[in-house]
Every structure is written in structure tokens, then in C-alpha cells.
Nanobody
Framework: QVQLVESGGGLVQPGGSLRLSCAAS????????MGWYRQAPGKQRELVAT???????NYADSMKGRFTISRDNAKNTVYLQMNSLEPEDTAVYSC????????????WGQGTQVTVSS
């Protein structure tokens, strides 16, 4: 079993910054790719960014240059640094871990709310 626990969400003014953390525990593979996704009210969940076990990153176009994903493998933690936040970034941000070992393993955290508002 794998547990993903997000933290760091909250209320921030437009132009501000937040840093989200996702701590993984349990039987998570060292090969797991980690990612952040978000879901705004009335919208489908969308990719924010992913990072492989080797550190390769991928970002949604609207997040490039503003968001940075990173991971600390020793701490089994993935981070999302969000700068220049806009009201449109308001959403529940969820952490994801996935890897393939005989079968696809895919886990989600419970999510953390990010609200960008003045």
C-alpha cells in the first residue's frame, strides 16, 4: 500500500507563491514517476507537471516558467513551487505516483486546496 500526503496549499494573492509538498510512504517503487494534477470547480482534472525517478520533468504549457516540480528521493517527497499565481490557478492540487511492475501501479493523494484571490 502507498500513501501520498499533500501539504502547503492555502490562500494566496495574485502574483504570490506557494510551495506544495507530497510525502510518499509505504511500498512505493524507486522507479515511480511522480506528478501533480489539479482540478478546478466544474472542470476536468488536468496535468500540472510530472517528474521521473531520474529527474526528467514535463509541464503543462500554461505552467511552464511559473511552476517547478522537484523531488527528494531520500525523503520520498515531491515538491511543486508555484510562482506568479493567477486566479485561474485556483484548484485542488493532487499528487500522483505511478510505475509499472508486472502491472500498473497508480496512486493518488487526497489533494490540497489552492485559492488565488485578492
Amino acid at each position: 500500500q502507498v500513501q501520498l500526503v499533500e501539504s502547503g496549499g492555502g490562500l494566496v494573492q495574485p502574483g504570490g507563491s506557494l510551495r506544495l509538498s507530497c510525502a510518499a510512504s509505504g511500498s512505493i517503487s524507486r522507479a515511480a514517476a511522480m506528478g501533480w494534477y489539479r482540478q478546478a470547480p466544474g472542470k476536468q482534472r488536468e496535468l500540472v507537471a510530472t517528474i521521473t525517478s531520474g529527474g526528467s520533468t514535463n509541464y503543462a504549457d500554461s505552467m511552464k516558467g511559473r511552476f517547478t516540480i522537484s523531488r527528494d528521493n531520500a525523503k520520498n517527497t515531491v515538491y511543486l513551487q508555484m510562482n506568479s499565481l493567477e486566479p485561474e490557478d485556483t484548484a485542488v492540487y493532487s499528487c500522483n505516483a505511478r510505475w509499472f511492475e508486472a502491472t500498473l501501479h497508480n496512486y493518488w493523494g487526497q489533494g490540497t486546496q489552492v485559492t488565488v484571490s485578492s
